[in-house]
């Protein structure tokens, strides 16, 4: 793990505050939407600000850098499949849109299909966390950091648990122990030990809840049966979940009470279960083969969760100075990219690889952008 202290808000917060020192012109909420093109060369750039169109003259060139397409519908359907355009991005600014603006221009993609997901995550908090609050400033962090290095774990196991509960999505183990998938309409959807990433995206809402009974909730209470894990660093168990995830977190002594708190039809979650522990196929959906049934009070659900594409790994085909090229090889003159729109043939799969990419792109592209003609 490579986090930012306090928070990732750290990034544009300080790269932001070095930029206006400079005299970088940052304009905000404004979208670019295509290039301008004169004489054979990329020589700038229009945008939109609302309904107001602007147009950027680039002194030398235009860097590319607005991130990967996971929240494209279109380009997720085009690249990958019309089952993967159903699953919701995390980052929901990843348009894609660099990689329309240079392939209007020529421009080609390479790898276009590898992407990272679906995985399965909790929905996010109601409400940003304190952790997500905390100002990015030095003595905090430096704070943090002293923290870090020197409190007892107890200490520290709430600040841990709250990134934990929030960011990172439930193991497997959890179905393959013994917990099922439910969806809105109170229905098994699928057998969980196969496919339950995908198949969330396709249920109404593209949401699910785990449903588990005290025989599986004893287990994930301590090592080995974590619900969540960021490796070498923390375990979330499930009374971690109750503590600072309680807006996804039910423990009931019937299934009317769970279904209710839920918010699903009873019938239908008493039917799904009913059928689960018989070991009867119901709804097309398999029995529970030798997991465990759901009959020891108190029932227990966690959710709701979702599937989600974390990023995609194609961009565009790049020269090794980071100019875009088309589909002869050629550089498209005065048009570069950098971070996820410059990644070129690339496949980054290491903990703090893409953003390292993005800073070193960056600079790379930057340069060539600045100073060659
Ligand atoms: C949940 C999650 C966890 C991750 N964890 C890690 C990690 O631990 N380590 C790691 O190395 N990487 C991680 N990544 C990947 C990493 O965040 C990205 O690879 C990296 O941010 C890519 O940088 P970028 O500058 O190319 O794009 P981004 O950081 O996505 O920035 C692109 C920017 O362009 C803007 N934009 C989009 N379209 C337009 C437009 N038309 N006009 C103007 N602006 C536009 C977007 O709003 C966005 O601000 C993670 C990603 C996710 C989603």
């Known amino acids: 793990m490579h986090n930012v202290l306090p928070n990732s808000h750290a990034f544009p917060y300080h790269l932001g505050r070095y930029c206006r020192k400079l005299g970088v012109d940052i304009r905000l909420n404004t979208r670019a939407k295509s290039l301008v093109k004169e004489g054979g060369r990329i020589t700038g750039l229009e945008a939109e600000i609302g309904v107001e169109k602007i147009r950027f003259k680039a002194r030398r060139g235009v860097v590319l850098v607005a991130g990967d397409y996971s929240a494209s519908e279109e380009y997720k359907s085009e690249f990958v499949s019309e089952e993967v355009a159903l699953v919701d991005a995390v980052n929901v600014t990843a348009t894609g849109d660099g990689f329309r603006i240079a392939l209007e221009q020529g421009a080609t993609m ?41 409190l007892p774990d107890f200490f520290l196991r709430p600040f841990m648990m709250s990134f934990l509960t929030t960011a990172l999505g439930p193991s497997f183990e959890l179905t393959q122990q013994g917990a099922i998938l439910i969806n809105r309409d109170g229905y098994r959807f699928t057998d969980e030990l196969k496919n339950q990433n995908m198949s969330v995206s396709r249920q109404p809402e593209r949401l699910a809840w785990f449903i588990f009974d005290e025989d599986t909730a004893s287990r994930f209470t301590r090592w080995p049966y974590f619900v969540s894990t960021a490796p070498g660093v923390a375990y979330a168990y499930l009374p971690d979940y109750r503590r600072t995830r309680p807006d996804l977190f039910v423990c009931v002594k019937t299934l009317d009470e769970l279904a209710g708190r839920l918010g699903l039809p009873s019938d239908a979650l008493k039917a799904s279960i009913e059928a689960y522990n018989d070991n009867r196929s119901f709804k097309g959906i398999p029995g529970r083969g030798s997991r465990p049934a759901i009959c020891k009070l108190p029932f227990y659900a966690l959710g709701p969760a979702k599937s989600y594409i974390v990023f995609t790994n194609g961009s565009l085909r790049v020269s090794q100075q980071l100019e875009v090229l088309d589909g002869t090889g050629h550089p498209i003159l005065g048009l570069y990219a950098a971070g996820s729109n410059g990644q070129g043939a690339m496949l980054l799969e290491g903990h703090g690889h893409h953003l390292g990419w993005a800073f070193t792109s960056g600079r790379i592209a930057g340069r060539q952008a600045a100073f060659c003609q």
């Open 110 to 150: 390479v790898n276009a299909g590898r992407i990272r997901g679906p995985v399965m995550r909790f929905v996010p908090p109601p409400h940003t966390k304190f952790i997500q609050r905390i100002p990015p400033l030095r003595t905090f962090t430096r704070l943090m950091r002293w923290s870090f290095e020197n």
